[in-house]
């Protein structure tokens, strides 16, 4: 099935101590960014790529496609201060279609077979998130002293692509700005509309690139998918 997806890439990558978009970093001798676009590329599912890009590096952008033969790119509206807010300059700028994706930019190592299921899941109940079980012990923590020890079967940690249907995520950031509401992801925006949010099992290697130490891992990661085949 048909897909558009959101990348957001407007981050000032701060976490990282990168001095700039943590896009550009290199793994591999790529950025970081022509990793996750070529995930998208060569998915003969995905129809359209949307980039939400700060307006001083559109060009730079524009020249690494180029160079790296990245073809499905179909529009970079100016991100927001806010993902939420890159995010719903995309959602506005495109035509509607039937599934949306939205992944973030960071997260190179996501595979086509989960993105057919989230697809797949969303298609068929409207809302479909990735996410990996929690293997640590969890817990609650008030001003540095441990409350109680969590539950931890039902507890997920979310990653992206999260995947909607079109007019379900246009609604949820719609109303999310009319009441001047700011969520933590997409999944939370449309939880307040009282739909139900679906899991799909992603890996742990779909990490996002977020600090150096990422970086090592992301190396690694790709060293074994070169090595087994991949």
Same mark, same amino acid.
């Given at each position: 099935?048909?897909?558009?997806?959101?990348?957001? +890439?407007?981050?000032?990558?701060?976490?990282?101590?990168?001095?700039?978009?943590?896009?550009?970093?290199?793994?591999?001798?790529?950025?970081?960014?022509?990793?996750?676009?070529?995930? /998208?590329? =060569?998915?003969?599912?995905? =129809?359209? &790529?949307? #980039?939400?890009?700060?307006?001083?590096?559109?060009? /730079?952008?524009?020249?690494?496609?180029?160079?790296? *033969?990245?073809?499905?790119?179909?529009?970079?509206?100016?991100?927001?201060?806010?993902?939420?807010?890159?995010?719903?300059?995309?959602?506005?700028?495109? *035509?509607?279609?039937?599934?949306? #994706?939205?992944?973030?930019?960071?997260?190179? /190592?996501?595979?086509? =077979? &989960?993105?057919?299921?989230?697809?797949?899941?969303?298609?068929?109940?409207?809302?479909? &998130?990735?996410?990996?079980?929690?293997?640590?012990?969890?817990?609650?923590?008030?001003?540095?002293?441990?409350?109680?020890?969590?539950?931890?079967?039902?507890?997920?940690?979310?990653? =992206?692509?999260?995947?909607?249907?079109?007019?379900? #995520?246009?609604?949820?950031?719609?109303?999310?700005?009319?009441?001047?509401?700011?969520?933590?992801?997409?999944?939370?925006?449309?939880?307040?509309?009282?739909?139900?949010? /679906?899991?799909?099992?992603?890996?742990?290697?779909?990490?996002?690139?977020?600090?150096?130490?990422?970086?090592?891992?992301?190396? +690694?990661?790709?060293?074994?998918?070169?090595?087994?085949?991949?």
């Amino acid at each position: 099935m048909h897909y558009e997806v959101v990348l957001p +890439a407007a981050g000032s990558g701060k976490r990282m101590g990168a001095g700039k978009n943590k896009l550009f970093l290199q793994l591999q001798n790529e950025p970081i960014l022509i990793h996750t676009l070529k995930v /998208f590329e =060569t998915d003969p599912n995905c =129809t359209g &790529i949307w #980039l939400a890009v700060r307006p001083d590096e559109r060009n /730079f952008i524009r020249t690494l496609l180029k160079e790296h *033969n990245i073809t499905k790119v179909s529009g970079m509206p100016d991100g927001g201060a806010e993902r939420q807010h890159s995010v719903h300059a995309c959602i506005k700028a495109m *035509n509607h279609v039937s599934i949306v #994706l939205v992944h973030d930019a960071a997260r190179p /190592f996501i595979t086509h =077979t &989960i993105i057919e299921q989230l697809v797949n899941v969303a298609h068929e109940n409207g809302a479909a &998130i990735a996410g990996v079980r929690a293997k640590d012990t969890m817990k609650k923590v008030v001003q540095g002293v441990v409350k109680e020890t969590i539950e931890r079967d039902s507890l997920w940690m979310v990653q =992206t692509p999260q995947a909607f249907r079109f007019d379900l #995520l246009a609604e949820a950031e719609d109303v999310a700005e009319k009441i001047g509401f700011l969520g933590t992801d997409e999944a939370m925006l449309v939880e307040r509309l009282g739909h139900e949010v /679906f899991i799909v099992e992603s890996t742990y290697e779909n990490v996002k690139m977020t600090t150096q130490e990422d970086l090592v891992f992301g190396e +690694a990661i790709i060293r074994q998918r070169q090595q087994g085949g991949q």
